[in-house]
């Protein structure tokens, strides 16, 4: 029997059970959301379970030939059992890539009849999903979507929801543009999740009704600048990631004073000019309980500390950057020629020959 045909078999005849949901996505088979009876959930099944099956398959006929194969005949079983393997995972990674969506409700997660998620996979109509929740039995919801196109998160969005919302999560969805009052109305939201997007602006405007927001994750997107204005919005930010983007500055001091229960922070992978990337080394170095991979080179500002903080000593206007840079550059290509310069060592005196 080929391999296909073993496919078709073991996709059509396991049990819900031996079928598993994928395990990132938090969803159950139990629950199938909604009353349009073409909403049916389509779970992503674990790899595991059918590549085991196949193979098994494979093994236990490839042994009822295996008496009457000659030593030279069992030498090729390895390589067709590792062809066979390389097709099965070919035939299943097109399965689940021509998937369609599908959105799922789990309910109880931390306390039975009181928080549920809602997850939604490769949405194409965030709103229409959206619809598809019923609220009569929920008391308190995570909604989270995941690997979708949306493109842009449009006005009131998730409005239906008020104050039943305790998490929003829209990941890897290729959104470009959230509206201002897109959480308008989400007076209880504990955490914002907007990572791995193409998102390039934070607009205070967000934050006006969410004031309760405890956790958010903007990594992984093409911001570029943040507004000081946001910290006095969020006063009760335990958690914040903002790695990953294009930010040149960083208002540090202004995070500090205005968000005193910050518990975890992080900063890194982002184009910070020389003398942001100095001060965000230095909150590094001062709170590396708080800050995320706070040993890690932040674009390489951690290794050339000592030759930016010598330039603005040096340089005459200390708030001039195009004067730093300049200063930092071409010590920095003396320092090719002179390693130990980084060190903040001085250059060896030349030895004089002896008469």
């Not at 099944?45 to 000659?70: C, G, R, W």
């Not at 800050?291 to 001039?320: F, L, M, P, W």
Request: proline share 3%.
């Amino acid at each position: 029997m080929s391999l296909a045909v073993h496919l078709h078999i073991h996709l059509h005849h396991c049990s819900p059970n031996e079928l598993s949901s994928d395990d990132s996505s938090n969803v159950t088979m139990h629950d199938v959301v909604g009353d349009d009876s073409h909403f049916v959930a389509r779970p992503t099944y674990k790899l595991s379970t059918v590549i085991f099956a196949l193979v098994s398959d494979h093994i236990n006929s490839s042994d009822t030939e295996a008496e009457q194969n000659t030593p030279t005949q069992k030498m090729y079983r390895a390589p067709a059992l590792l062809s066979a393997l390389i097709l099965t995972l070919a035939l299943i990674a097109n399965f689940l890539t021509t998937a369609e969506g599908a959105c799922f409700l789990e309910r109880g997660v931390t306390t039975p009849g009181e928080h549920d998620v809602y997850t939604c996979l490769r949405s194409k109509e965030l709103k229409k999903d959206l619809d598809r929740l019923s609220l009569d039995s929920t008391k308190l919801v995570n909604v989270v979507f995941r690997e979708g196109k949306l493109i842009k998160i449009e006005r009131e969005t998730f409005q239906k929801l008020g104050t039943k919302a305790l998490g929003i999560s829209v990941v890897q969805c290729g959104v470009t543009d959230v509206d201002e009052d897109a959480f308008r109305g989400l007076l209880e939201l504990k955490a914002l999740v907007l990572r791995r997007n193409r998102i390039a602006e934070v607009k205070k405007a967000w934050f006006k009704d969410i004031s309760k927001l405890e956790s958010l994750d903007l990594s992984g997107n093409l911001i570029r600048q943040f507004d000081a204005t946001i910290f006095d919005l969020t006063p009760l930010i335990q958690e914040f990631e903002i790695s990953e983007n294009q930010l040149t500055r960083f208002d540090v001091e202004a995070m500090k004073s205005k968000w005193p229960k910050l518990k975890k922070v992080g900063l890194q992978s982002n184009p910070y000019e020389w003398a942001e990337g100095v001060k965000i080394v230095e909150y590094t170095n001062l709170h590396p309980s708080i800050v995320k991979n706070s040993y890690a080179a932040i674009d390489g500002i951690r290794d050339t500390y000592k030759v930016i903080k010598e330039c603005q000593h040096i340089i005459a206007k200390k708030d001039d950057a195009k004067e730093l840079d300049d200063c930092v550059q071409t010590k920095l290509v003396k320092a090719i020629e002179l390693p130990k310069l980084l060190e903040g060592e001085s250059s060896a005196e030349p030895v004089k020959p002896t008469q």
